[in-house]
């Protein structure tokens, strides 16, 4: 268990909906990190928060967004829903200082099915 | 650029055997890199890293080694055991900031 948690863990929604995936990240990490898993992109790197503010940014669709609030838990909000969007879910979370690498652990994922 | 890849997508080992994944990057100015262990419907998990000033780091059953003249990382597990069945990934900080670049992966199949 890497102490990382995401709610739901699976999600079954149909095409131009919108749904939010929650994760909580492990006690004392200030850095978020959202991953999208699926068969034929691999692991793909969406966004990262650190301690409330975006860090950095991936090949985040503009129909994704997601933040993180004062807790540190973050959410990752995904709207108008294609075929193409489901995927794995990955959250993870680091005490990642600046320009410091850090080990990221990963939570269980959401599993996101669109019909 | 920016990649880190897989030489080979499927591995089969017999029980007991030891295993090697590798792993080639290409920013030479890669400095940390962090293996992660894959289960069938499970999150990714660290196993271990190791930072460009090593060579060679050792875990439980697990060392990774670091060859920077070629760019190229391998993971040695030992006495492969069925639990170590899995997808496993090197990965590395993109630029040395927190976005981590996945290779594509390598799927450790152990046969009893």
């Known amino acids: 268990d890497s102490g990382v948690t995401q709610t739901p863990k699976h999600l079954i929604t149909a095409t131009g909906q919108r749904v939010t995936l929650r994760c909580s990240p492990r006690s004392g990490d200030l850095s978020v990190y959202w991953y999208q898993q699926s068969l034929d992109q691999g692991l793909q790197f969406l966004i990262q928060?650190?301690?409330?503010?975006?860090?950095a940014k991936g090949n985040i669709l503009e129909r994704f967004s997601a933040q993180q609030f004062p807790d540190l838990h973050s959410e990752l909000n995904l709207s108008s829903l294609e075929l193409g969007d489901s995927a794995l879910y990955f959250c993870?979370?680091?005490?990642?200082?600046?320009?410091?690498?850090?080990?990221?652990?990963f939570g269980p994922g959401t599993r996101l099915t669109v019909l | 650029g920016e990649s880190v890849g897989l030489h080979l997508p499927t591995l089969s080992v017999q029980e007991g055997d030891n295993s090697i994944i590798n792993c080639a990057y290409s920013n030479s100015a890669s400095d940390y890199f962090i293996w992660y262990k894959q289960e069938s419907g499970k999150g990714p998990q660290f196993i271990i890293d190791?930072?460009?000033?090593?060579d060679k780091r050792q875990g439980q059953r697990v060392t990774v080694l670091l060859n920077k003249t070629v760019k190229h990382l391998s993971l040695q597990i030992a006495a492969t055991q069925p639990g170590d069945s899995a997808v496993y990934f090197c990965a590395e900080p993109f630029n040395q900031g927190g976005k981590l670049i996945f290779g594509q992966g390598t799927e450790l199949s152990v046969k009893p």
């Open positions: 993870a979370s680091s005490d990642r200082v600046k320009r410091s690498p850090d080990t990221q652990y």
């Open positions: 190791i930072r460009s000033n090593m």
């Open positions: 928060y650190y301690n409330g503010e975006e860090r």
